[in-house]
């Protein structure tokens, strides 16, 4: 029998393009095209492992496991756990759906001699069809890809409900702008107390590269007035380091808010030029606003990076 490489190659190549992007349709990413053919192209290349008799090794449970989340890595990247066991989660559902409907297509197609060469004469007169699994195993791994599919799907669903209220976020301050995605969330009543200012919280991580790195280390660690006290060091004379350079000084604020130990504490707050908020292609300007700068993850599947003050929507 001759077995043209090539044409396995190009044939696995596209059943693992097709694949990926049907996961990242049910997880809801959009990823980048060159990046899922070079994750296909290595799902491609491991298949061909099986045609060097010295990498049988390589077809183990384990290094499958493995090769499958280099190709989820290399298509769609890492941000967080979250995504990525998801993502993972997705793959393996959709590859599993794929296999369970070439099979049945196959077994629909067999014509009665095909069927009956699969079907075996035991000593005792009875008969069994060769399946090559065990029915036990077929309704085990049908069970568990359901219970697979209704988890990815449902998280699908709540990210999917939860994306209705994303929206595009861009600050402006001075001549630098800073972009992310936003979560519009309703029971984010934080303001600043004096001026009754809407206060949009933002991690800092989306400000490392304008933020002095021991700022954001006080930050991180729920010690924001340190911050206004390393300013008033270098005000009265104190050397402080990159306090002395920092062009923002002006427009630092302290906002009390109430953690969830029910504890007050202070966060660090800019008050940028402007804000522009983009959401269903509608634009929407705001002047208004305090940036609240949170030293941790807003969001577990890095989703979004800030959490949007209702009050600066219409």
């Known amino acids: 029998m001759v077995v043209y490489l090539d044409v396995v190659f190009l044939t696995n190549f596209a059943l693992d393009f097709a694949m990926l992007l049907a996961a990242a349709k049910v997880r809801s990413v959009k990823p980048a095209l060159w990046r899922v053919g070079l994750s296909s192209a290595i799902g491609a290349s491991y298949v061909l492992m099986m045609f060097v008799p010295a990498m049988t090794v390589f077809y183990s449970f384990v290094v499958k496991c493995l090769f499958s989340a280099m190709m989820i890595m290399t298509a769609f990247g890492y941000k967080s756990f979250a995504r990525f066991a998801g993502l993972l989660a997705a793959f393996y559902v959709v590859n599993a759906a794929a296999a369970g409907t070439i099979v049945g297509v196959h077994y629909m197609l067999q014509s009665s001699h095909d069927v009956w060469n699969g079907i075996l004469f035991t000593s005792t007169g009875g008969f069994q069809y060769a399946l090559g699994v065990s029915l036990w195993s077929v309704v085990a791994a049908g069970a568990v890809g359901v219970m697979a599919f209704r988890r990815v799907n449902a998280g699908a669903k709540r990210k999917e409900k939860k994306a209705e209220f994303l929206a595009e ?11 992310c995605t936003g979560l519009i969330d309703t029971g984010n009543h934080l303001y600043d107390p004096l001026t009754r200012t809407p206060v949009m919280v933002m991690e800092a991580a989306v400000w490392k590269d304008a933020i002095p790195e021991r700022w954001l280390e ?18 009265a004379g104190a050397e402080a380091g990159a ?40 634009q929407t300007d705001v002047t208004k606003v305090l940036i609240g700068i949170d030293g941790g993850t807003l969001s577990a599947d890095g989703a979004y990076q800030a959490i949007i003050h209702p009050a600066m929507v219409p």
């Open 243 to 282: 306090e002395e350079t920092f062009p923002w000084r002006e427009r630092l604020r302290l906002v009390p808010y109430r953690g969830i130990n029910g504890n007050t504490t202070f966060m660090l707050a800019m008050k940028p030029d402007g804000v522009t908020i983009v959401r269903d292609g509608q």
């Open 218 to 235: 006080a930050i991180r660690a729920r010690e924001a007035d340190r911050v206004l006290q390393w300013l008033g060091e270098t005000a």
């Open 169 to 179: 976020v861009v600050v402006n301050v001075g001549e630098a702008s800073y972009r």
